[in-house]
């Protein structure tokens, strides 16, 4: 029986020269670097465009691209002799790097880059790449173990180099760098393809790159701001009565920085982070005395009013940003200073205004700042302090360069409260100030839970706050939390002391039934009793409110609508529909075949049909993502700055995955191998729920050299698992089934990772990340039972 006559694309896999080889698998590791760089370096555009939350679409669009080009590439290439096909993969190589570098050029050349537009451009540039490397796999499947090797391994160090480009580049230069060297290994494989006019298309590619290249480092273009009104900056650039100005832009892997000052208002500049997260830096001469200073004028806010009271011995401020809380803590003679800020350019800006700003980085010796994620440095040191202050430090931007980290930070959590609290001094308080009354009522709520752990009723922990806000207007409410009751004495002189500052009481313990009345009533209630936290809960959600306490598993404090955020439902409802829309289409695809196959062909191409594949392919995709984004988030605290958590935990999965991925060669019968190895992965991830915490408590106190090796070391055996039960479908592809499908195979595990990413988010803010990862454990467990009962069959 001809192979004609089933319809089957079965491929014949030519050999290939060792120059050849070593061509293709150098190609394939640069696409693989290249795609993991485009995709982080898009993640940081998006957080400067658009909303901070909408950066994690940038990964979900690298995915629809991958996935749909699988697909076309099994209708672009059905039978490709290796000479054309060389030629062929030197285009569609070409077409990837000159569309992204295009499409980026376009995109930051417009003053207000439309969302939409913006997305589907670069899903367009992703495509290539997806032809290209569901060619690879599809037309040399023999080789797929060290194809996938050079895949993975692409992916894993280009999640570190970006880190090396972003902090010395903004992303425009970045992606345009990479695009160059993508050219050029363009022009290896059109040499292997010998063929005039692919060379000569190729070297074009690479000239327009590097005139691109040219042109923006001389017109000196940067990521556009847009349109967006919810960024402060933006509102700032676009009211004439601000008269504001950028000064100067700084990029790293932690976003752009932004210095901006004032034309009318010269006693202070204001620092940004992608747009948002405003910290104030103020003109300082080293006098706290001089009334006519910005600097005077703190003494009344309401960050300043604690310091008033309390023992002013040593001070842990998380979040110092441009300097406010430091120089609040000078002005009041506090004798040690820890300043914690995760933002490297944010530290060095301060710094080298050191001449506007009076030095506070640099000059006073009782000041020390560290660049580090706040928690994670609280809980590695045993100091305890008897102020510890954080002041509307949240960020508004994606948390590392990646935008695998999708917890807006872990500073407002019932376990972060747990940490403030066993670090205070016996007699000390924690600070937050927030930016309105609604923060309060989490911000209550989360320290009341906490609380619950010591033993203490909600009464006894309300005797224990303070909150008061300015009298001028109902924003930046301070709430202190003292390590004991306050006294009649305290809360009479704090009294006093508000009313001279012109803040309003919002809520102080042991007040007369008069004063009472004039508090907040929702916090008087829980403090008499008459109301529950659950019951003071469930009322905000029937107003759409939800201040819920957050967890470290689940730490979305700023996540005050009730159920999920449109633009999610919609991402989730739009991949999920392209997920389930191609399979249907794969299975109508065969199912099509076999029913217009001739009576002595049916069963031939029925053989050549698995209903299993797909779901194993699909399974690949949607349980890696759901293990790879939640292992990330569990590594963050451990490791510290989420930049550094993330490329580290990436590194370490993917280049194991790719040493996997080689070893699975080793082995000739891969159905077992792959259903053993998806048990092994399932028992694996679900263990780490449990074990991973107590690994991580061990090891916190260590430095930073042995916290990597412990990560390393707990990430290395998952990834060199993961990786192999991906070449191994394909070798069951190619020995098994259809070769000609590996295409398919291809798009559709690219369209369920995209699936996975978004899904990973849904769950995380439902459930918290823990589900997320037994979900993950799950998913390949079931490969295992599923897979086991259908070859059985």
Do not use: C
């Not at 192979?3 to 394939?28: D, F, V």
């Not at 023999?142 to 692409?154: F, H, K, T």
């Amino acid at each position: 029986m001809k192979k004609a006559e089933t319809g089957m694309q079965r491929i014949e896999h030519a050999s290939l020269k060792r120059h050849e080889a070593i061509i293709l698998l150098l190609s394939i590791f640069m696409i693989s670097f290249a795609v993991l760089t485009f995709e982080i370096s898009l993640t940081r555009m998006f957080a400067v465009m658009f909303a901070y939350h909408y950066a994690f679409l940038a990964i979900a669009t690298t995915f629809a691209g991958l996935g749909i080009g699988g697909i076309l590439a099994y209708l672009i290439f059905p039978k490709t002799p290796k000479k054309e096909l060389f030629a062929s993969l030197t285009i569609v190589y070409s077409l990837f790097s000159l569309l992204t570098s295009l499409f980026t050029i376009a995109t930051v050349s417009s003053p207000s880059p439309n969302f939409f537009a913006v997305t589907f451009l670069f899903f367009l540039s992703f495509i290539p790449s997806g032809v290209f490397l569901a060619t690879v796999y599809r037309f040399f499947a023999s080789y797929n173990n060290v194809i996938y090797g050079s895949d993975i391994v692409g992916t894993s160090l280009g999640s570190i180099a970006v880190i090396t480009f972003l902090n010395g580049f903004n992303p425009i230069t970045t992606v345009l760098l990479v695009s160059s060297v993508l050219s050029i290994a363009s022009i290896f494989i059109a040499l292997v393809s010998s063929k005039k006019k692919v060379l000569s298309a190729a070297i074009l590619v690479l000239l327009i790159i590097l005139s691109a290249h040219l042109w923006t480092i001389y017109s000196a273009k940067d990521v556009p701001l847009g349109s967006n009104q919810g960024k402060e900056l933006v509102e700032y650039l676009n009211n004439p009565a601000m008269d504001a100005r950028i000064v100067e832009s700084r990029w790293n892997a932690f976003g752009r920085t932004d210095l901006v000052e004032f034309e009318n208002a010269l006693d202070s500049k204001v620092i940004f982070i992608d747009g948002g997260a405003g910290t104030e830096m103020y003109r300082f001469d080293g006098n706290f005395t001089n009334s006519n200073s910005a600097v005077y004028s703190l003494r009344f806010s309401t960050a300043a009013y604690p310091f008033y009271f309390m023992n002013n011995e040593n001070a842990l401020i998380i979040g110092p940003g441009g300097g406010k809380d430091v120089l609040i803590t000078l002005m009041f003679n506090v004798s040690h200073i820890h300043a914690v800020e995760i933002n490297q350019n944010t530290v060095n800006i301060v710094r080298d205004y050191s001449d506007y700003n009076g030095g506070i980085y640099t000059n006073y010796a009782n000041v020390h700042v560290h660049v580090d994620e706040g928690r994670s440095f609280l809980k590695r040191n045993a100091t305890k302090y008897d102020t510890i202050m954080l002041n509307i430090p949240v960020t508004k931007t994606i948390q590392g360069s990646t935008g695998y980290s999708l917890a807006e930070n872990y500073l407002f959590t019932t376990d972060s409260f747990k940490d403030y609290w066993n670090h205070l001094t016996d007699n000390g308080q924690l600070i937050i100030v927030a930016h309105e009354r609604l923060e309060i009522y989490k911000l209550v709520a989360t320290a009341l839970e906490a609380l619950k752990s010591e033993g203490k009723s909600i009464q006894e922990s309300m005797r224990q706050i303070v909150v008061a806000e300015s009298m001028h207007h109902s924003m930046f409410p301070v709430l202190i939390l003292k390590r004991t009751a306050f006294t009649f004495i305290e809360t009479s002189q704090m009294l006093e002391k508000s009313l001279q500052l012109s803040l309003i009481p919002v809520y102080f313990p042991n007040t007369d039934t008069v004063l009472k009345q004039e508090l907040d009533q929702t916090l008087v209630e829980l403090a008499d009793g008459k109301k529950d936290l659950n019951a003071l809960i469930a009322a905000a959600s029937l107003n759409s409110v939800d201040i819920e306490p957050p967890t470290d598993d689940r730490p979305f404090f700023y996540k005050f609508e009730v159920g999920l955020p449109f633009m999610l439902i919609l991402s989730l409802a739009g991949a999920a529909f392209l997920a389930v829309f191609v399979t249907i289409v794969y299975l109508l695809f065969w199912g099509r075949r076999i029913s217009l196959a001739s009576k002595k062909v049916k069963h031939l191409l029925a053989e050549k049909f698995s209903a299993f594949m797909p779901f194993y392919f699909a399974s690949l995709g949607l349980g890696f993502m759901l293990v790879e984004i939640a292992l990330v988030q569990k590594f963050i605290l451990f490791l510290g700055p989420p930049t550094l958590a993330i490329s580290i935990v990436l590194f370490s999965l993917l280049l194991s995955m790719g040493i996997g991925g080689f070893f699975s060669k080793k082995w000739k019968e891969p159905t077992n191998l792959a259903l053993k190895v998806s048990l092994l992965i399932g028992v694996i991830i679900i263990s780490y729920i449990f074990t991973l915490p107590a690994i991580f408590d061990a090891f916190l106190g260590y430095d930073i050299n042995m916290r990597l090796t412990v990560s390393f070391v707990l990430a290395f055996p998952v990834g060199f698992l993961l990786g192999i039960p991906f070449p191994s479908g394909v070798k069951i592809m190619n020995q098994q089934f259809d070769s000609g499908d590996i295409s398919w195979m291809w798009g559709i595990n690219g369209l369920y990772s995209l699936l996975g990413s978004t899904l990973a988010v849904v769950i995380a803010l439902s459930f918290g990340f823990s589900i997320v990862l037994l979900l993950g454990g799950v998913t390949y467990l079931l490969i295992f039972l599923i897979g086991r009962s259908y070859f059985k069959k």
